[in-house]
Nanobody, 115 residues
């Protein structure tokens, strides 16, 4: 059974940075797509960014130029470097991976941007 385990969330001041990590554990796992979504209170879950196994990346407009997504060569771990954070980035961040037609989700990690 595949599990996605996120880490790296926390409380940061506006303008600060955080780095999220998500590692797949369980059966040998190499995703075709890995990404990050987020859900703020009272809002729908939205895509933040994803990376494909050929190295292509896609970002939400709201995070372009501030966030960087990357993965290891095995596509079993994905990272999200978040710079210049603002209160609008406050949300629970979820890791997502696609493999052999199946979709997997992590449990989520809280990111709070506040003074």
């Amino acid at each position: 059974q595949v599990q996605l385990v996120e880490s790296g969330g926390g409380l940061v001041q506006p303008g600060g940075s955080l780095r999220l990590s998500c590692a797949a554990s369980g059966n040998i796992f190499s995703a075709t797509v890995m990404g990050w979504y987020r859900q703020a209170p009272g809002k729908q879950r939205e895509l933040v960014a994803y990376v494909t196994d050929d190295g292509s990346t896609v970002y939400a407009e709201s995070v372009k130029g501030r966030f960087t997504i990357s993965s290891d060569n095995a596509m079993s771990t994905v990272f999200l470097r978040m710079n210049n954070l603002n209160p609008g980035d406050t949300a629970v961040y979820y890791c997502n991976a696609a493999n052999n037609g199946k979709i997997y989700w992590g449990q989520g990690t809280q990111v709070t941007v506040s003074t």
